[in-house]
């Protein structure tokens, strides 16, 4: 275990320690990793609550939202990230796909040809 990891874990014994931002967004990528979404939503949730110009902990809450079948909040998260960062291909990409999942295909197609647009591979919608 490295050294910052027993640090932290040793904080879990520890009532008065409030857990950083950096610690919440290591959690919830663990659990997104383990496929706990619902869990890793919740948890981003806050990480973006506190930081909402970072845009990835935004992206993966959107995922986790994905994952987890709250498509409306992935497709709010989704559109947020391009908003703030218009060449974040796999943001569009996720939005095409969220908006597909809800049966909104006329509307999913320009944000898939624009994602294959950024990254130069063919559309597939």
Do not use: C
């Amino acid at each position: 275990m490295a050294a910052d990891r027993w640090v932290t874990a040793l904080h879990l014994f520890d009532d008065s320690y409030e857990e950083t931002i950096a610690e919440r967004w290591e959690r919830a990528s663990l659990l997104f990793d383990a496929k706990d979404y619902a869990k890793a939503a919740n948890l981003l949730a806050e990480v973006v609550a506190e930081v909402p110009e970072q845009v990835a902990p935004r992206l993966l809450l959107a995922r986790a939202y994905y994952h987890s079948a709250q498509l409306r909040r992935a497709e709010e998260q989704l559109r947020e990230v391009v908003e703030r960062d218009p060449v974040e291909h796999y943001a569009h990409l996720m939005l095409g796909r969220t908006l597909q999942r809800q049966g909104r295909h006329d509307e999913a197609t320009p944000w898939l040809r624009l994602a294959a647009a950024l990254t130069g591979e063919p559309v597939n919608d």
